[in-house]
């Protein structure tokens, strides 16, 4: 009871705070009204867009190179253009998948989010190039009624103890700037105070994460990240009539919106810049006095609609005056770009490098204060041509080292580290895997992954691979031999996402050790997938050994059993 007075007691006095700008909110209110309004009556006239601004051929091919950026894209679903092949319910997709394969799941869900885009075309036209819209007329207003609802927000609130800022956020933009209303920060958010502010504040509920709650949405997320080989996350907003609740800004994920209900008119902004296109980080929040001069569309989602927005791109949503809008935002490709992989690279490459070459030893040149630096870079000293060809070798030779393979395994790492439990892509599927007991005969089944992206084979010593041999460093080379007969089978891992859980990051990268004998064995489980292996068929090993295996990967939820045929 304490705790709720308080809770109460603090919503109030951000009420007092607020209410100083009321009036000029209720002006604010009216042009958003006037302007959804307007945006609507578009949309039955002439199309939501503006014409000449989404016309390609208006981008003039100098442009284009400097800024690669492509101008919106809308695809309109009318009548003419049924679904035919594809389900109006995408929980038809996540009960009954048509493929034995993750990855065709997974790209079979995302065919259905995007329809009539396919997820081919998604990704070689449109992801990370340029802004798309789909629009779909009546006929499909409940497309994607399945996956989340009011409702459940509802329920969620007042059966689940959540907490403000780690499971919802209140948040309000007012007066051109951006609140967040949460009485106390890990307080459990007191569902009558959160529907209060909601109804009689105008306060956005931001819900972080509902597919810790929902089977739906965890499943919908682990189809994407099959698909994708990323990380996927995903936030729901539920807005009230006639507000908004977020400052233009721009964000540092790929940006899935789908509408689910009611209505929220949307301006998306071109880049300023290359800078600013598929920004690796977020923006600060920008004011209305900042934007107000910057090329924009506009559009109104509709239930049924989508909207994908890249990285980089200022975008702001209102809703209309008569009715509430609830979307969720599917996010990918967080820091999982080539800039985040040399970060892996490099420091790798100059390691080695530096252990082979003596030249990345010796002391940079004395006196080189008096002609590099900052202060003297237009300096026509002709010390300053020696350190440039110097730095120019160096990083010839750094070059030649860049582990390109290792660099790769540890962005694997990352995407298994930051993926959802892998038991989510089939959690609404009702068939299950048959439970073995301790006197199953492990040598009469046969095992295959449990999905195309669950796990990786790292080779954790390349000194004992061919690749690794060519790389190595005389005194490594030295420490190798010595070390040979001691611990000659050590040399690969598997990392896995099995273990993981709905809840982002709970566990830690997920690894398991095995010795040399097994790789061949892991590796044809690897590559049969989706095809089963008979365990009596692992190459190179003693039935002990398979049994061995099999229970270990069992065991971390890495590999599912069938009963092999007599």
């Known amino acids: ?183 106390n920060k890990d307080e459990i958010a007191d569902p009558d105070l959160v529907w209060d502010l909601y109804e009689n504040m105008k306060c956005s509920v931001r819900m972080l994460r509902p597919q810790e709650q929902s089977d739906v949405l965890l499943s919908l997320l682990c189809h994407f990240e099959e698909y994708f080989g990323q990380g996927a996350g995903l936030n729901a907003y539920l807005t009230p009539a006639g507000s908004q609740g ?58 049924g609609d989508l909207l994908y927005i890249p990285k980089g791109i200022i975008h702001q949503a209102v809703t209309s005056e008569t009715e509430h809008s609830l979307h969720v935002t599917i996010s990918t490709s967080h820091l999982m770009s080539w800039c985040d992989y040399f970060e892996k690279a490099l420091p790798m490459a100059l390691s080695v490098a530096t252990a082979n070459h003596v030249e990345f030893r010796k002391a940079l040149p004395k006196d080189f204060k008096e002609y590099m630096g900052t202060n003297i870079a237009e300096s026509d000293d002709p010390r300053r041509d020696g350190f440039i060809e110097t730095c120019s070798n160096l990083t010839n030779i750094i070059s030649q080292y860049l582990p390109i393979d290792q660099a790769a395994d540890e962005m694997v790492k990352k995407f298994m580290h930051d993926r959802h439990v892998v038991d989510g892509l089939t959690i609404l599927n009702t068939k299950k895997n048959a439970m073995l007991d301790e006197n199953t005969d492990i040598l009469s089944l046969s095992i295959k992954l449990k999905t195309a992206n669950c796990a990786h084979i790292v080779i954790d010593d390349l000194s004992k691979t061919e690749q690794g041999k060519e790389t190595e460093s005389k005194e490594e080379e030295q420490e190798s031999e010595q070390d040979a007969n001691d611990d000659d089978d050590d040399v690969f891992s598997i990392i896995y996402a099995t273990q993981n859980t709905r809840i982002y990051h709970e566990v830690e990268l997920q690894h398991l050790d095995l010795d040399g004998i097994f790789l061949e064995a892991m590796q044809l489980i690897f590559s049969s997938y989706p095809s089963s292996v008979p365990v009596s068929e692992l190459p190179n090993l003693t039935d002990d050994e398979k049994v061995t295996l099999v229970q270990q990967l069992l065991n971390e939820g890495i590999v599912e059993t069938e009963m092999t045929s007599p």
């Open 1 to 183: 009871m304490k705790r709720q007075l308080a809770q109460k007691a603090a919503a109030s006095t951000l009420k007092k705070k607020l209410k100083q700008g009321s009036s000029a909110s209720s002006s604010s209110s009216e042009q958003q009204s006037s302007v959804v309004s307007g945006a609507e009556k578009k949309m039955v006239e002439i199309s939501w867009f503006d014409v000449p601004l989404i016309n390609e051929v208006e981008l003039a091919e100098d442009e284009s190179e400097t800024m690669p950026f492509m101008l919106p894209k809308v695809v309109i679903q009318t009548e003419k253009l049924p679904l035919n092949s594809i389900p109006k319910d995408g929980l038809e997709i996540l009960k009954k998948p048509k493929s034995k394969h993750s990855k065709e799941q997974g790209k079979q869900m995302v065919d259905w989010i995007f329809a009539p885009i396919n997820a081919e075309q998604l990704y070689e036209e449109y992801f990370e190039k340029r802004v798309l819209v789909i629009k779909r007329n009546h006929l499909y207003a409940d497309y994607y009624r399945s996956l989340y609802s009011l409702d459940e927000i509802k329920q969620v609130l007042a059966n689940n103890k959540l907490k403000y800022s780690y499971d919802l956020d209140l948040a309000l933009y007012r007066n051109g700037r951006r609140f967040t209303l949460n009485p």
């Open 246 to 303: 977020f400052a233009p800004h721009y964000d540092d994920i790929e940006a899935i919106l789908i509408q689910l209900e009611g209505v929220k008119h949307w301006k998306i902004y071109r880049p300023l810049n290359n800078e600013q296109f598929l920004s690796r980080f977020s923006s600060k929040n920008f004011t209305q006095e900042e934007v107000k001069d910057f090329e924009c569309f506009e559009v109104v989602l509709k239930p």
